[in-house]
Nanobody, 129 residues
């Protein structure tokens, strides 16, 4: 079992930055791809970003490229999402997710919900004008 706990959300103004953290329990963090998803009110959950085991490969949804950066610290069992130049439409609950052990994320699967095995509860990000 892996427990994921997100933190770092909050209320910010458009143009501000936030860094979300996802702390994972257990000893398998370094062998799992990690992803971030978000869900806005009345909308489906959507892929934001993902990172492979060692952090060498990252993936982003097109609308987040250049503004968001995903990273990980395997020594701290933590995955991060740095969000810059926040827009009103970035308002959502952001959740991190862990992929299966020893299966690398690939571009065809990394943005799909079924790839991920464990999910956090999410952290609210609200962007105001």
């Amino acid at each position: 079992q892996v427990q994921l706990v997100e933190s770092g959300g909050g209320l910010v103004q458009a143009g501000d930055s936030l860094r979300l953290s996802c702390a994972a329990s257990g000893r398998t963090f370094s062998s799992r791809a990690m992803g971030w998803f978000r869900q806005a009110p009345g909308k489906e959950r959507e892929f934001v970003a993902a990172i492979n085991w060692r952090g060498g490969t990252t993936y982003y949804a097109d609308s987040m490229k250049g503004r968001f950066t995903i990273s990980r610290d395997n020594a701290r069992n933590t995955c991060y999402l740095q969000m810059n130049s926040l827009l009103l439409e970035d308002t959502a609950v952001y959740s991190c997710a862990a992929g299966p052990t020893s299966i690398a994320a690939q571009s065809q699967t990394v943005g799909t919900i079924p790839f991920y095995v464990y999910w956090g509860q999410g952290t609210q990000v609200t962007v105001s004008s």
